[in-house]
Structure formats: C-alpha cells, structure tokens
C-alpha cells in the first residue's frame, strides 16, 4: 500500500505538538518510511511549515469553528491545520488541498469530521484575506510565536524584533565546515563543482562553505575521509574567538556533539589538549564519532559541568569554552518545536543551571586564561543579564570585548549577540571572559 504523505505529516506534527516528542526524531521516523525523494521532500515541506506557523493558524482556526472541538479530537484539529498550511504557504492547488485533506478523515475514522473540514477549507478559501488581516492584527499570531516569547523579543531588541520573528519562520541553511587538516576550502569547492553541488563561500567563516540546496552530506566527496563537518557559521565562532593554540588545556564544558570540541583541534593542529566533557553518557556516542571521523583525539569524560570535583578535582585549564544548556531560541528556524516546547518556567531553571555551571567551572580556569560563554539563544536572561550578573559577582573576572564583523552589541552590555538570519547564521550569543592574574 502507498504511503500517504499527508497522513504521514499529520501523524508527525501530532507526536510533537500532543505528545511533546522532539521534532527531530519524529520526522525522521516518519520519513524513512518513503523511497521516494519528492514525496520525503513534500512530507518535510508540510510539516515544518505547519510546525513554524502553527499558531498562526490555530488562531485562523480558531476564527473559523463556531465552538472548540474536544481534546480527543486534536487529530481533526491538526489536520485543519494541515490543510490551512496548504492553501496559504505550498504551490498546491487549493482544490487539491481540501479535497486530500478532506479524504485523510477516512484514515481518521471519523467520518463526521468530513464535512466539518470541508465546510472549514472551503470558507476560508472565501473569505481568505479578510480573516487573515484580522487574527495578524496581533503580533504573537502574525509572526507565529507564543505570546510571552513575542512580548520578550520585542522589549529586548526593540529595533530587531520583527526581524527576529521572520527570520525564525524561514528555512535555515546547510552550512559546512572544511576540516583544514585534510583540505582547504578553494579544493572543496572545487569538488563539489565537479558533482554539480552547487555551493559558495561564507563570508563570516575562514572554513564556512553554504550549499545552495539541501542534500545528503555522507554522499559529498571526503565526508568518510572526515574531509569536513556539518556547522553552523554562527557556531563555528566559538572556536576563532577562544583561538586554541598547541598544547594548551582546553576545557569543552558541554561538548557533545562535537562541533565545537572537532573545531578546537582543527585550529590546533590537533594538538591542544581537549578534555571534552558531556554529562548525557547516551550523547558520548556521537561525539566519539566525530572525533574518528575526522582522526582527531579529545579526552572524552562523562561528567556534570557544575560538579567539576566528581570528574577532575586538581586540573586548571588555559581555556574553557562553556557552550551553557540553554533554551535553543536561536535556532528555532532549524526546529520550530522549540516554541511550543519551551515556557517561561523552563528559562528560569535553565538560567539558574547556566550560573551554577559558570560558578562551579571558575576556580578551573587559570589565572589569565579565558572562558568562552556561549548559547545559542537569543534571550537576553541566558545571555548579557546571565554574564553581567556573573561578572558583578566575581572580581577577578573581566570581559574581554569581541573586536568582530558578525552580529551586534548591546550599548552597556556584555557580549556579542547574532540574531537569527544576520549573514545566514544561527541565533549565538557570546561573551569572552577573562581571569585576573
């Protein structure tokens, strides 16, 4: 029997928004059920345009039914999405796009849903830009954020916010990093020329290579001879702005997957001495591939970075880059779950673990040394409160200004800020710490 994309893509955005699983995971169960490309292609299309503009379109939704449907019923609900998204955002022919969301309520088992949804589609198809002018009246449902997350970004970058929120519903790109140990970026280049990928230079990262189309990286030329990494331009940051040079002891607080920790060595000559650190021992796994891949060694520890005398009581390190857990908020465009996933509650305990790992990880820096503070959050309680706090209470820590051509300030804050889609980057902030002699 023929896999039907749509019932896919509805059975994907239901364990995310009902069942809070991860988007990651979920979409790619649903998709390996599908060889064929066009039809992967559109399940993916369809779910993370629903998932980005979800709340857009409950509000849409919400216009069109005269009374809630029932908790039980939140399949029927999501597939009115499903089909909202259609008409508004895909090349699909509207008639095409109620008619098929109309049939899905066969698999559904409902049939009295059929004629609900059809009366739903068919008179927004009506009165489509009339409805769509009023519920965009409100900013939360114009751009499709939660409303504490809307109201938080626009008093935080009040010259910056309506770019944030846009940039969050667009698509990310693929960036990759050249692994200068094996290759230089012009040869790469090159390369992928000769297998028609087409792709360009980024113009903020020394090894930062954009492709033009999303593809399967593990069939790019070098990808197994570990000739380049999967990163983001924002992320590989880190790694310039901590300047890792041979034999120095570098701490990766937070290391899996790797990214950053494989950077580090790159830059290094694969000779820093990396202690990478994870406290989740099922993410180990990943990084221990990565470090093999691109034949690069890192001391792996599994180990909580705020109780630093469990895993290395007597080492002081040259440099720490602390890549804090955090809220994620600045790649909301790469996963758009993590709107509906986060809350206010959930920032104010990741703001209490980000101070206690910065405390915690302090006394293993050395005089002089430098602690890179990173996230990728766009949250200013993670970011320059988080680090201002921290400095006002440590004497003997100064920030280092960041000299750079990405991202912004914040007048009377520390750190620098790149907000999501700034030069095609991820949203990252950091702050460059150092420890008085």
Known sequence: MAVNSRYIALKICLTVIEHGRSLSQSLAEGLAQFSDRRERAFTQNL??????WQDRLEAIRSHLLKKPLK???????????????????????????????????????????????????????????????EVDKKPAYRYSHPQW????????Y?????????????????????????????????????????ADIHP??????????????????????????????????AAYLLAPQPNEFILDACAAPGGKTTHLLELSDNQAKVFALEKEPERIERLSENLYRLDLFAEIEVGDASQP??????????????????SATGIIRRHPDIKWHRTPEDI????????????????????????LYATCSVLPQENRDQVSQFLQQTPDAKEIPI?????????DAPGRQILPGQDGMDGFYYCLIEKGC
């Not at 997350?149 to 935080?156: G, P, Q």
């Not at 230089?184 to 000769?194: P, Q």
């Not at 000299?403 to 007048?411: T, V």
């Open 149 to 156: 997350f809307t109201k938080t970004i626009r008093n935080a």
């Open 309 to 326: 005398d469990q895993w290395w009581p007597e080492i002081q390190f040259d440099k720490i880059l602390l890549d804090a857990p955090c």
């Open 71 to 133: 908790a039980k019923d939140e399949d029927v609900n999501q597939l009115i999405l499903l089909g909202l998204y259609q008409i508004l955002y895909m090349d699909t022919p509207e008639h095409a796009a109620v008619s098929e969301t109309v049939n899905l309520t066969k698999s559904l088992k409902k049939p009295w849903a059929r004629g609900l949804i059809n009366g739903v589609l068919r008179t927004f198809l009506r009165d489509k830009d009339s409805i769509c002018e």
């Open 204 to 237: 903020k990262a020394p090894q930062g290579i954009v492709l033009k189309n999303s593809l399967d990286v593990t069939q790019l030329p070098t990808y197994d001879e570990g000739g380049f990494s999967v990163q983001d331009a924002a992320a590989q940051q």
């Open 158 to 198: 009040p010259d910056h916010w309506e770019q944030i929120l846009s940039a969050n519903n667009e698509p990310a790109p693929l960036t990759l990093r050249v692994n200068p140990l094996h290759q230089n970026r012009d040869a790469f280049l090159n390369l992928l020329s000769k297998q028609d990928v087409e």
């Open 403 to 411: 000299d750079a051509d990405w991202g912004i300030s914040i007048k």
């Open 47 to 52: 779910v993370l345009g629903t998932l980005r």
């Open 348 to 371: 104010t305990a990741l703001t209490e673990l980000q101070a206690a790992i910065l405390q915690s990880i302090w006394p293993r820096l050395k005089p002089g040394g430098k602690l």
